[in-house]
């Protein structure tokens, strides 16, 4: 699922964030990516993971966008993260 909040787009899964598989976004996020302009749009990539930290997917998905995208520097969430932990997270960076 995209949300859309002001000039802001959100990747969520129905489980809350996009998997992870070794440290790579699943290839359907990079297949998402190409396939939509999101010039003039933040992009926030996060993930959640019982152990491995967000890897090189957020620098690798951030080559597919063009330079006027603002990419924000991502976060990885422990599984069974709290959603009012993101929430809080979300208001920190500004986009919430």
């Known amino acids: 699922m995209v949300l859309k909040q002001r000039s802001c787009w959100v990747l969520r899964s129905t489980r809350r964030t996009s998997p992870q598989i070794c440290r790579q ?14 010039s003039g749009k933040t992009i926030v ?9 967000i890897g090189s997917s957020a ?24 959603r009012d932990a993101m929430e809080e997270w979300i208001q920190r960076i500004g986009i919430g």
């Not at 603002?70 to 599984?79: Q, S, T």
Request: aromatic share 12%; proline share 6%; hydrophobic share 40%.
């Open 45 to 53: 990539p996060f993930c959640t993971s019982h152990s491995s930290g």
């Open 59 to 82: 620098a690798d998905l951030h080559a597919l966008c063009p330079d006027s995208v603002e990419w924000v520097e991502g976060m990885r969430f422990e599984a069974g993260t709290a």
């Open 25 to 38: 976004a699943p290839r359907i996020i990079s297949t998402f990516l190409e396939s939509y302009d999101f």
